[in-house]
């Protein structure tokens, strides 16, 4: 596609629930990123994939967040019995490869509301 | 993780040009140095990115000290659209991740 893609754009579910939010990065691109940003705060790194391997999950806060990148291309986060407390926007972003000297572009995010 | 100290605001009038300043003391010899923007209520935005010699794209030029130390982000005419959070960033091998801080708001005035 042309850009990073993200579904749901919104998505509100109740506390102990689980919720899968999708990314599709850019076409080709190897490195694939996600984030979390709550209200009035920068981007707060979670993981990333190069291809299907996950590289760095050091950011996912606890145990109920995992991401998955099968086929080195769509990715999955997924957060297991929800709290009120991951209410935020998630964001996943992507590079042609991964290393210093590329741009990573980001996607419009999923805003993720627990009740 | 370089640490990175930015205004927390600043403010520019339209037209005009914005010199947005980032100190990167601890930076590493092989971290590049990246900028990135946030509008309101949209995801973050590639400015600009260098190493050691100063840049120039379509949207701004970066100017890296010689020592690498700092940097500052030149928008030559702001733009009423520029009006977001600018974050300067050291993106090494060694973490192989943009590390956000908090940034400068940048607000133009008509």
């Known amino acids: 596609g042309a850009g990073v893609s993200q579904s749901p754009r919104y998505k509100v579910t109740k506390r102990g629930q689980d919720v899968a939010l999708r990314c599709d990065p850019i076409?080709?691109?190897?490195?694939l990123y996600w984030y979390r940003q709550a209200l009035g705060q920068g981007p707060e790194f979670l993981t990333y994939f190069n291809y299907e391997a996950q590289q760095d999950k050091s950011g996912l806060p606890n145990d109920r967040f995992s991401a998955e990148r099968p086929e080195g291309s769509i990715s999955t986060l997924t957060i297991q019995r929800t709290e009120q407390r991951d209410s935020a926007m998630y964001r996943c972003?992507?590079?042609?490869?991964?290393?210093?000297?590329?741009?990573?572009?980001f996607g419009e995010g999923s805003w993720l509301t627990v009740v | 993780d370089a640490k990175t100290t930015q205004p927390n605001s600043m403010e520019s009038n339209e037209e005009e040009p914005v010199h947005l300043p980032c100190n990167h003391s601890t930076i590493s010899g092989t971290d590049y140095i990246h900028w990135y923007r946030q509008l309101p209520s949209q995801g973050p935005e590639y400015v600009i990115h260098?190493?050691?010699s100063n840049v120039n794209n379509r949207m701004a030029s970066l100017a890296i000290a010689e020592d690498r130390k700092s940097s500052t982000l030149i928008l030559h005419r702001a733009t009423l659209r520029d009006a977001a959070v600018y974050y300067c960033i050291p993106y090494g091998g060694a973490t192989n991740k943009l590390i956000f801080g908090t940034g400068t708001l940048l607000a133009v005035q008509p």
């Open positions: 972003a992507s590079s042609l490869s991964g290393g210093p000297g590329n741009t990573i572009y």
């Open positions: 260098g190493l050691t």
């Open positions: 076409s080709g691109h190897v490195s």
